[in-house]
């Protein structure tokens, strides 16, 4: 039956959200929100502190940011919140400026996100070769380790036994059933544990006070004058281009993972609602969180935008009716929960022998780049266009080497045929010159474009270079095979490069 054909109640059952109809899809996304808001909190409270903020301001964005990308976002079940890319952008204008400017800078990066959301920034991710979101994936699992090594450095011997028990139930726990999620059975107990034994490990409280009120909006306390847009504009689009890079790769993943597609263009839209919303309500602004959003996706195994808006939502609810509660969490649960989602996020098929012995050179050189350059730089977005551009030089390295020139003489020898195979373009046309015999040639020359393509004006440079020094023995060149849009090219820019070859 057609959608036509069903009545208006039939049309409306069938456009409600899967947890509306599924108990089972309810339950799953419900309980997802609730693990990811307690992994959001003692994050959101590391992050205010690398800003250099209050860590209630660190909380107030994960919550504006989840709540708004919930509905305005383009990918289903990605959390976006606070992070760690955006707070070092911005630290500095904080420290500089003070908290106002920060705010302002966070309302300009939303205006940005949209603007470049709307000319069609997205589309750039088709770029990004497989190598280079590989070696993402893996720099961001050893990221989320790393940043967990703290939490086990020069703390009580208790916190070991209570990291590897809590890695031990969300290993066999789903053996037994996976009803509720493992990462939540595990914070439960081991919390439970601590506060019945009176053990003494660092918990959520010592990262510092939670709020006990919901953020209020406003506009940020700057002076409205051309002064403090050039002092936030070089930070809003710093912040917009990592926090769209960190967005829109994490939505990438999210797919391959889920096997469903989602709008790239409407994602970088929302991202920039979301750090308007933020910036109005007081907040630090933020991008999507690939840590919780794999404890979302791939841990939980939420898949709807109701587990992204609970997360949010359940933040707030922790934090200010169940604050004392929250505090008492010991950090031990939640370092088990991050190093599970480490393990689980690298791809460890791309390091296994036998794909290595099979794979490219040039592609385990793009991989292993991109996650040396994320590890030391702390910054996803730079490992991406650092891994891309070298995925770029070596592809065009190795399709240079494709043009290939061969010469037939024709048999009563008024005439050579130069047959031109592979692409044209700046690396490869720059050696196409030297491919011909000037001197010797009879006095007419034929180089047949049938199997190439001109991409460039380097290869139209080149090709009049060719003319030109046949000319100048009196020789005259014919170019024959030209396919449609390497003639129109090769008609727009002959004979106007000159000086350039």
């Given amino acids: 039956m057609s959608t036509s054909a069903l009545s208006p109640a039939a049309r409306l059952r069938d456009l409600r959200p899967d947890w509306l109809s599924d108990p089972k899809v309810w339950r799953t996304e419900v309980l997802a929100g609730l693990v990811v808001a307690l992994a959001l909190i003692p994050e959101a409270i590391s992050f205010s502190i690398i800003a250099g903020v209050d860590p209630t301001i660190g909380l107030f964005a994960s919550f504006t940011m989840a709540v708004t990308i919930s509905i305005v976002g383009g990918r289903r079940a990605m959390i976006s919140a606070a992070t760690g890319a955006v707070a070092l952008v911005i630290a500095p204008l904080n420290r500089e400026h003070g908290f106002g400017y920060l705010l302002a800078a966070v309302i300009l990066a939303g205006v940005l996100q949209i603007l470049l959301g709307a000319l069609g920034v997205a589309k750039l991710m088709r770029f990004v070769p497989r190598s280079v979101m590989v070696g993402f994936v893996n720099a961001l699992a050893i990221l989320i380790f790393m940043a967990q090594v703290p939490e086990m450095h020069d703390v009580p011997w208790p916190v070991y ?34 506060v019945a034994a009176g053990i003494a490990v660092p ?63 409407r994602e970088s839209i929302g991202q ?27 841990v ?19 934090c200010i009716v169940f604050g ?73 390295k190795r399709v240079a080497h494709l043009a290939n020139v061969t010469a037939v003489l024709d048999p009563d020898g008024d005439s050579v045929v130069y047959s031109v195979t592979g692409e044209l373009f700046f690396a490869s046309s720059s050696d196409l010159v030297g ?28 090709l009049d270079a060719i003319e030109t020094k046949y000319a100048q023995r009196g020789k005259t060149v014919e170019i024959i095979g030209l396919n449609k849009p390497s003639a129109q090219i090769h008609e727009k820019l002959s004979g106007e490069l000159a000086g350039n070859h």
Wanted: aromatic share 6%; charged share 10%.
């Fill in 272 to 298: 920039g609602v979301a750090n308007i919303v933020t910036g109005f309500f007081g907040g630090m602004g933020g991008c999507a969180m690939i840590g919780q959003t794999m404890i979302n996706v791939r």
């Fill in 435 to 462: 491919q011909f015999d000037y001197a010797t040639d009879p006095d007419k020359v034929v180089i047949d474009l049938t199997a190439t393509h001109i991409w460039d004006a380097s290869s139209v440079a080149a």
């Fill in 161 to 194: 036994p209570l990291i590897i028990g809590g890695l031990a139930l969300m290993v066999f726990f789903p053996k037994v059933t996976k009803v509720i999620p493992a990462p939540l059975v595990s914070i439960v107990i081991l919390t439970v544990i601590t």
């Fill in 324 to 396: 004392p509660v929250v505090s008492d969490i010991p950090m031990a649960a939640l370092v088990a929960v991050m190093v599970m989602v480490s393990f689980a996020t690298f791809d460890w098929h791309s390091v296994a022998p036998k794909t290595l012995r099979r794979m490219p050179a040039g592609e385990i050189t793009v991989m292993v780049l991109t996650v040396a350059v994320v590890v030391a730089t702390h910054n996803l977005a730079i490992g991406v266009v650092v891994g891309t551009i070298t995925a770029m030089v070596i592809f065009a």
């Fill in 203 to 265: 918990t959520v409280g010592d990262k510092g006070d939670l709020p006990s009120s919901l953020p209020v909006p406003g506009l940020p306390d700057v002076p409205f004058t051309l002064d403090t847009l050039t002092t936030i504009a070089p930070y809003a689009l710093a912040m917009a281009l990592v926090g769209l890079m960190e967005s829109l790769m994490t939505a990438k993943l999210v797919d391959d993972i889920t096997d469903t597609h989602s709008s790239k263009t």
């Fill in 300 to 318: 939980s195994g939420a898949r709807t935008r109701l587990s992204t808006f609970l997360a949010g939502a359940f933040l707030m609810v922790l």
